[in-house]
């Protein structure tokens, strides 16, 4: 049995504020031991941890706006807030991954002593936690249908991928810091190019969600299924949706024998609205649109 709405939110939403609290330690942890240990690589990590925590905070606010019942300003409910906050992720990762990598290649030539040993310990716990919160995120925001958690879910996934290469580069300056002074730096560098190429991502999928593109056919295809399945269903003529916030607002064109009264299609379009929410736990609600069959 699927859960309730209420209940998925208050999921995300927990989600989401345990992201907070892990991006906000971890900034912490990698910029001091970044500043003491002298490594750009690992103040870099922290840098874009510490961005985290406003894309993390954006997903937690966008979640429970989202959760907001319907009213007469918003009969779709609120759930394109949710959208937008994935898009804001977005926003958010691009620009911080220009300024980190800018800022890596402004301290290449720069002669300082090599970074120290609580540097790798540093970058090793962020790649643990980052990959326990990765995992927790797709796994809730794919069940959910959330493009804002998902969207965080791939801020963690890059995480972990430029503390990997951060740690590469601060080892290999630990390793002979004559011939590879500046790999430090150009880790830096590279911690800011993946981010970049993330937010490019998380802002495409959420521009998609956010012009009504249409879900995959296999969806669609289990709308109609559920349509025909309803006695009084002579076809679909018609079936679009759009998504609005975790959840899809369907538009479902039905066609009855033409000589059916309209209190009859009505009851056929109601019993059809109610099984397509019934089967499909995804669809939030249906407007049935009824036309006469055209083999009248």
Partial sequence: ??????????????????????????????????VLSRSTSVFATGVEFAGDVLASTVVFLGMVAAAKPADDDHPYGHGRVETLAAFVVGLVLSAGGVGISWNSLQAVGASHPPPTAIAIVALAIAIVVRAVMAMLKFRAGRRLRSAALVADGW??????????AALVAVGLTMYDNTRFMAADHYGGFVVGIVVV????RVLRDASLELMDTMPDAA????????????????????VYARKT??????????????RMSVAEAHGVGGHVRSRVRQELDWVADVLVHVEPAGDA
């Fill in 155 to 164: 801020n963690d996934a890059v995480d972990i991928l430029a503390a990997v």
């Fill in 1 to 34: 049995m699927s859960s309730s709405p209420q209940a998925d939110a208050r999921s995300g939403q927990r989600i989401a504020l345990a992201g907070i609290i892990a991006s906000g330690c971890l900034a912490a942890l990698n910029i001091t031991v970044g």
């Fill in 197 to 200: 190429v993330t937010g490019v």
């Fill in 245 to 258: 916030g975790m959840r899809y607002h369907v538009d479902l064109h039905l066609e009855v024998d033409p």
């Fill in 219 to 238: 969806l669609m295809a289990r709308v109609k299924t559920s349509a025909l399945a309803v006695p009084g269903v002579r076809g679909v003529d018609k």
